[in-house]
């Protein structure tokens, strides 16, 4: 995936004295993509590549990789794909995730290779949470945006047997102009499927022809006031992935609950505060290289020649995105930059420039 704009600020600037770089900072999050091998079709949704290939990181590899996230106390590895069940070493990374303390979750793709048995047996090795994508709250939704007919049903499915053997289960949605007008039902949907997170990814364009699917900066406080209405009456958390924005929209509601009474410290959500692309999350691709977020593709290097602490705080890529001075446009004079900071990928898809103000904010300077 590439910039979208000919404007190109593609270099990280050389850092500064800038915080963030101590011995002790360490990601909330690293997921890493285990293969892009999946049996379905390309669609908007899936990457291109099908099959495995020899780049793709060996068990010795991805035993490192535990390693370092295990030293690190990294609190989560999410596990994704491709469909992950494509490695025939998945079992085996689960278990020694799991004997170093390292709590799992995995993107199960519902091919004909996941089965209530399968479901079973990766709870039986360790996992700590499977998680699916879901499109929308009918199957006319997700199936459309998947590709694959009878998807949402059998993903329902999926999930009724990961109740069975007791492994909770975390949804993913990627909301854009085709089914923003789903969240209610969507929070419906969740409450009924007893899940105990919901991720609720904002498109970042990966293309031109991406970018009329994109939600305006209204039409993202529109998602943003249903999820912070329903987040104080649902029984499951909410996160946002590439609506970093989220944060200040829900500062800004507590702040007028509050009658302007409370302090920044006291209305900060509940939810890891820095989660954005370098801060406190890392993604690692196929081949071991380490981006900032899944949907910006500028590598900070690859863990075949340095390690994930040395990458995440020391590289040039990373410190440079966690200085919120270096924000631009309304985000660099805006109050809560150090808390928000907006999508990078999304500026970055959009501008070329990783530092560029977020295209989709309504925040009014
Ligand atoms: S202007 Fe930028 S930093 Fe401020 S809330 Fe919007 S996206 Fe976040």
Redesign the pocket.
Known sequence: MGALSSSVETQPVPARNVPGTAAHLRPLQVTWEVTRACDWKATPARMARTRRGKEEFSTVEAFNLIQEVAAMHVPVLALTGGDPLSRPDLFPIVEFAAQRSVRTSLTLVPTPLLTAEVIAELKASGLMRASFWLHGSTAALHDGYAGIKGSHARTLAMVGSCHEVGLPVQINTMFSRRNFHDVDPMIELLTRLDVILWNVFFLVPASRDQIDELLSAEQHEEVFAKLYAASKRVQFQIKTSEG??Y??YVMQQKMRESRGSARQSEILPRAPKNLNDSKGYVFVNYRGEVFPSRYLPVSAGNLTAASLPELFRESPLFVSLRDSSR?K???GT????HV????RARAYALTGDLFA??PC???A?
């Open positions: 970093q924005h944060q200040r924000l446009g309304k985000c805006c109050a809560v930059r928000c900071g907006g999508s103000e977020e904010c309504a925040q300077l």
